[in-house]
Structure formats: structure tokens, C-alpha cells
């Protein structure tokens, strides 16, 4: 197992760390997997499956059988300014992949590592007409920026008894970041920010409950992911006090993301239809309230931000018509924007508050299975407040508007091994068990799967 674990990682860490993404809950995507973006990002109480390694590690204690899993979504943002210097915003198309291995290998317990790209700020707004300013004509500037960060985590779960599990997964994070701002800073005219590399770590900890055959609850919590965020190049603007100059060293502090911690439950209604519902929240507000570019000498240039704390509300549903051969998904996420309109930048266009996804599983042979899930956010625009700071070069002085439109298409497979093919799920119409692993539910459907080696499976 451990072979296969760091062949995973190993190969994934290579194809995943040049990929930049987008955000919607802030900086963070709703989820990360297709199977939780599919079902409006639920994560907390849903079945065990290879994404709980960046959903509720605790879950893996109930896995039957081994899997690997690997997807990929294309990423379309559509991001435009309004305002007195007339620059036009920047469709961005971008493709974010996940790999992971997860695997039972006790009564009680289960491990795995996956690489998972998180979903972080791609952001850019083109030729802000520098003319309007008194510069020569045909003088323009651009504000954009990129992160490309990989989370590798390794997890393990461990059953307490029949129905309750708890798990961990340690969170590396790794990746890159560019910034280019024209006038954000105050006192110079453009700079751009290159080549940064960063690395942190976070803890992931999770509990599961099973309170009954047809009914799961969940709980997460994740802690603050400090980034160390250096080597840096910083390129000086025209008007500051060394003008075009290439300055080695630069770091970033401040650009973190969250704790955060959530609660979940869900429920099969019946044979077809299973419910989830989830509460999360990310504590934005407890970050430094700035982003810093620090040189290795002199003062440092910041970015006031004072994002708030966010509340993540999440409403998902899987429908399976024909037993385990297809699952279709449906969900809706909703999170009102962390970022005020006192600083509201575009930098950090961490706006959108709406999600609506859909996805669908199709059984393809014994074990393999099609994933697949499209997200639409509908467009939203903010204006800046009267007493935002930016309003003075983003604005000539004016309130500016930012708009923020999105979409996503992903695709995955998912091979599921190890299990007895004699003990595969019955089918719903089936009232009686059709292997001891498994016991007729009160609705006749004999779909629940007992652990092998518990007593109730004895």
C-alpha cells in the first residue's frame, strides 16, 4: 500500500503544481473533487469515497474496498471592470486536476494520499488608460493576479465502533504566485511581482456517525494554513524612488487561507433519493487584515484587505434510478462575498456568492466508473464604497464596479477494488440481503453495507 500511495503523490505532485485556479468561497473553491462540486460542494456527511481526504477524513473508516480516483475540471471565469479608466476585464480558461488513492486496510482502519489542486485567485484586468491620468497617449497598465497551489495530504481513519469514525489528514501545501498592480500601493506607477514560491501545512480533522441505516452526520474542522510565501522578484514602477528596478528577495505575507469548520448531515429518503445539508464557516477575519510585499530592504508595500468571516451554506442531492449504475447529482452552494466594498480590488475579485451544480456517475464495468459535473455561478457586480482607497487610481477619484461571472465542466474515473464481487450492492427492488454483508432496510431496499469482520456482519 505504501508504494502505491507515494507512486500517486510522486506523479501527481509533477502534473498538478502548474495549475492555477479560480475561488468562489474566497480563495477556495466550494470543493474540490467532482463528486463534491456535483452535489453543491457537500462533503461532511456523504459516504465514504477517495475525496474525503479534502472533505472529512473520518469517513474513510467505513471504506469497503480500495480506490483510485483522478478527475479534472476546465475552469472558465469571466471577469470585467467598470469604471473611469475604461480597461476591460480578462476571460480566463484554466484546467484543475485531482488525483488520490485511499484504501481499508483493517476491520477498523484506513489511509490514503491524494494531490488535489486548490482553488486559489486568477484574476486580471487589461490597458486601464493611463492618458485620463496625464501620461503620454496610448500609455496603459494592467492589474492581475496568479496562484498556483497543490495540497498533498495523506490521511488515515479509524473506526471507534459499528457507526462512529474519526480521521485526520495532514494538508502541504505548495505552489507559486504572480502579482502585477498599476498604482495599488500609492507610490509607484505599476509593479509587478514574479516568480514567489510558498509552502505551509495545515491539519484536517474529522468525525462521522452513522445514527442509522438511512441517516449520517459529520463533522470537520481544518486549521489556518500558514504560507511562507519568498524569493520573489519585485519590478519597480516608472514613478518610484528607483524606477525600473528588479529587486530579488521580495516575500509576501499576509496571503493565507482560513481555518475553517463545518457540520453536516445526510439522509436516503428512500431507494432513489439521498439528501445532504451543510454549514460552514471560514474565518477570513482572523487573518492580518493586509497583504505585505516585503524586499529585503526597506519598507514594505501593502494591500489593505479586512475580508470578513464567511458562512458557507450548502444544499446537495444524489438520485440513483437504477441501484449503484447511475448517480445523478444536484446542489446549490451559497456564501455571501468576504470582501467588503471598502477594499474592494481587482486583485482579490473574491465575489461570486451562488453556485449551482449538477453531475452525473455511470458504472462502466465491474468497479470502474464515469464522474462527471458542470457548475454555473451566476454573474454578480460590486461597487466600491465611497471611503475605498483604490477609488483614487482604480476610479480617477470615483467609485469603480467590478463583475464576476463563472462556469466549470469536469470529468473523472473512479476504480473501486478488492471487494468480493458475490457482495456487490443489491438491487433496490431486492428486500432480502443478497450477501452477509449487507441487511434489509425498513423501506425493503437491501442496499445498506455492513463492514465484513463487525459484529453485525457476523
Known sequence: MVSKLLCVCGVALGLLVATPGYANNGMEDIATTIRQVGRGGAFIATEPEAGALIGNPAALAFLDRAEFYIDCRLWHSDLDYQGALNATGQQENYLIPNVAYVEPFSDRWAAGCGVFTVVNTAFRV??????????????TDRTSTKARFVVVTPGLAYRLNDRTSVGAALHYTNGSADFQAYNMLGDTLGYSLDSLAGEGYSLRLGLFHRASDKTTFGGYWRSRTHLDIHDGTMHTGLLSDNPGADIPGTSVEGFQFPEQYGIGIGHRFNCEWTGYAEYRRMLWGKGPGIVQFVPPQGEPLGISMNWTDQDIYVLGAEYRPDGDRTTWRFGTNYGKSCVPDETLNPLYAAITEWHYTAGWEQQLGDG???????????GVTRHSSADNPFNATLGLGQPYSLSREDWQFGIGLSWQFGKDSDCECCPCSQAEPCCPQQTANSDGCGTTTITPGTAEAK
Do not use: Q
Open 368 to 378: 470502474l466508473n464515469l464522474v462527471t459535473s458542470a457548475v454555473y455561478v451566476p
Open 126 to 139: 487589461n490597458d486601464y488608460d493611463l492618458s485620463l491620468m496625464g501620461a503620454p497617449p496610448g500609455t
